[in-house]
T-cell receptor
Framework: GAGVSQSPRYKVAKRGQDVALRCDPISGHVSLFWYQQALGQGPEFLTYFQNEAQLDKSGLPSDRFFAERPEGSVSTLKIQRTQQEDSAVYLC????????????FGSGTQLSVL | GESVGLHLPTLSVQEGDNSIINCAYSNSASDYFIWYKQESGKGPQFIIDIRSNMDKRQGQRVTVLLNKTVKHLSLQIAATQPGDSAVYFCAEIKAAGNKLTFGGGTRVLVKP
């Protein structure tokens, strides 16, 4: 497709379960970002990739969160041993260049941890 | 789907009127500012941007104003339409930084 694609659209997990969220950026986009958006809040930065290199993971809330982009295109955000406070919308965004100007966002994955 | 912004400040505006959305930023080192529109169930969508060496920029029906003295950003929407109903976020990037930081959002409701 022409835009950033995320799957699944919705994910319900039991507390303690591991989840994996997928992001397909726009073809050819160098930069890829993950954001977390709690209800009623603006998106919060999690991590940033330039091609396959993870250059900034300072926003990941704990070591239960892990992201990868092994071939510089598709990215996966993994959350281990999910907790209720992990419930949020996880947004992926990509851009042509090596910056986060003119980001294109996906529709997000809404994660609910019960 | 779940709606973004259930507890956000809300601006109600009559269709056809102009809308003004305000945002205060705290980081004087920020040099690039962006306004995003987020509709329910979707990701943020770029509207307009402005660099810190400018104080005004116009797009199609939208104008962004930047007042660096008081660290204030505003978005003006002319002739507001029902399709403008959404949550609007301002965002900033620090000089030489690579992290886009979002501010609190404002929900705009357009009344027919």
């Amino acid at each position: 497709g022409a835009g950033v694609s995320q799957s699944p659209r919705y994910k319900v997990a039991k507390r303690g379960q591991d989840v994996a969220l997928r992001c397909d950026p726009i073809s050819g986009h160098v930069s890829l970002f993950w954001y977390q958006q709690a209800l009623g809040q603006g998106p919060e930065f999690l991590t940033y990739f330039q091609n396959e290199a993870q250059l900034d993971k300072s926003g990941l809330p704990s070591d239960r969160f892990f992201a990868e982009r092994p071939e510089g295109s598709v990215s996966t955000l993994k959350i281990q041993r999910t907790q209720q406070e992990d419930s949020a919308v996880y947004l992926c965004a990509s851009s042509w260049g090596r910056s986060n100007e003119k980001l294109f966002f996906g529709s997000g994955t809404q994660l609910s941890v019960l | 789907g779940e709606s973004v912004g259930l507890h956000l400040p809300t601006l109600s505006v009559q269709e056809g009127d102009n809308s003004i959305i305000n945002c205060a930023y705290s980081n004087s080192a920020s040099d690039y500012f962006i306004w995003y529109k987020q509709e329910s169930g979707k990701g943020p969508q770029f509207i307009i941007d402005i660099r810190s060496n400018m104080d005004k920029r116009q797009g199609q029906r939208v104008t962004v104003l930047l007042n660096k003295t008081v660290k204030h950003l505003s978005l003006q929407i002319a002739a507001t339409q029902p399709g403008d109903s959404a949550v609007y976020f301002c965002a900033e990037i620090k000089a030489a930084g690579n992290k886009l930081t979002f501010g609190g959002g404002t929900r705009v409701l357009v009344k027919p």
